[in-house]
């Protein structure tokens, strides 16, 4: 990384005593539109890292909807921008360039194994830890670190479509697939109807249901966090909501893909595979619309309520001083 905050001419600092970060430490620089050509090296670390990523995109079914990924982290960042601090301290070159010492093996490792072995998702996301920590060492060196952390979710939002590991992938998926078909079992027993588990498979009288990686209820979930933190961080407020909504959006998922599994396993009891086969494709969009209508429902109801909250204490506050 070549350091460029030596060349910057300085600016009179229009932030007061009342942040110690920005007083009396080093010159407070303007964070506007001269700062971006500054910030070139993390643009070709960017294109570099999304073309790494658009293998992964292109062949994994899991991911395919990366790129949908990256244009609503475009938004977020070009959302953010007005709303950006208008001053801030860079910072020193030596923490940048000892985080830029510390991407470098992350990318070297992964590069090496991606060209004498294969594309896997374990480089793809060694790449990606290597590649952020590059954007974040650019971005505080030119403007600081306050500028840093009103850009930061969008960064930690773009890792929704970056692979993970098979080591991370595998015991996730496999859990998945495990609770839904006890679940599933459970409910069919209730329900009065004969079901065994044995591993991922459901026993029927009459045939056998198999919840395989895709009825585990992966993409739904994949979806969910995606809506949800696209969707919490644009429309709410309260830090607090964000973590509720977020686990609102996961919960969702799970309990629609339980309800697609029951209703699959409940149609082959009833009907057989050829059954099974007619109603797979409805019940999986069906979920997706359910997912997503609610997660609508509820970013709705909690502004809602967070605008109430704000007048009540509008109001608490003016008979207060009155």
């Known amino acids: 990384m070549v350091s460029v905050s030596a060349s910057i001419p300085a600016q009179p600092s229009s932030v ?36 790494d990523l658009s293998f992964q995109w292109a062949s994994l079914i899991e991911y395919q909807f990366g ?10 960042a070009w959302e953010r921008w007005p709303t950006r601090p208008k001053t801030d301290v860079p910072a020193p070159f030596w923490f940048c360039f000892l985080l830029c ?14 060209n004498a072995v294969a594309r896997v998702p374990a480089t793809a996301f060694t790449l990606s830890l290597g590649c952020s920590l590059f954007l974040v060492s650019n971005l505080l060196l030119v ?17 929704v479509a970056v692979p993970l590991p098979k080591s991370i992938w595998n015991p996730v998926v496999f859990g998945l697939q495990q609770l839904v078909t006890w679940m599933d079992v459970e409910s069919l027993r209730i329900m009065g109807i004969a079901a065994e588990r044995q591993g991922s498979v459901i026993n029927l009288p009459n045939c056998q249901v198999g919840v395989n990686e895709a009825c585990s209820g992966i993409r739904s979930l ?15 407020r309260s830090n607090t909501w964000k973590v509720i909504f977020f686990g609102a959006g ?38 997706l619309a359910f997912s997503a209508v609610s997660l609508v429902i ?13 007048e009540y204490r509008k109001l608490h506050a003016s008979r207060a001083s009155a």
């Open 16 to 51: 007061t005593g009342s942040d110690p970060a920005l007083s009396n430490t080093d010159r407070s620089l303007p964070v506007n539109g001269a700062s971006l050509p500054w910030l070139v090296p993390a643009g070709i670390v960017t294109l570099w890292w999304v073309n």
């Open 67 to 76: 790129w949908i990924v990256l244009l609503l982290t475009a938004y977020l």
């Open 101 to 114: 010492l510390a991407a470098a093996p992350l990318v070297a490792t992964s590069e090496l194994y991606k």
């Open 143 to 159: 403007c600081g670190r306050r500028t840093l952390r009103h850009f930061l979710f969008p960064l930690l939002f773009f890792f």
């Open 222 to 236: 994949q979806s969910s966090v995606m809506a949800a933190l696209f969707v919490g961080d644009l429309t709410l």
């Open 250 to 287: 996961i919960f969702l998922a799970m309990a629609g893909n339980f309800f697609r599994s029951l209703y699959l396993a409940y149609s082959a009891y009833l009907g057989g595979p050829e059954q099974l086969k007619k109603v797979h494709d409805t019940a999986g969009w069906s979920v």
């Open 298 to 310: 509820l970013s709705l109801l909690i502004t809602r309520f967070e605008r109430m909250a704000e």
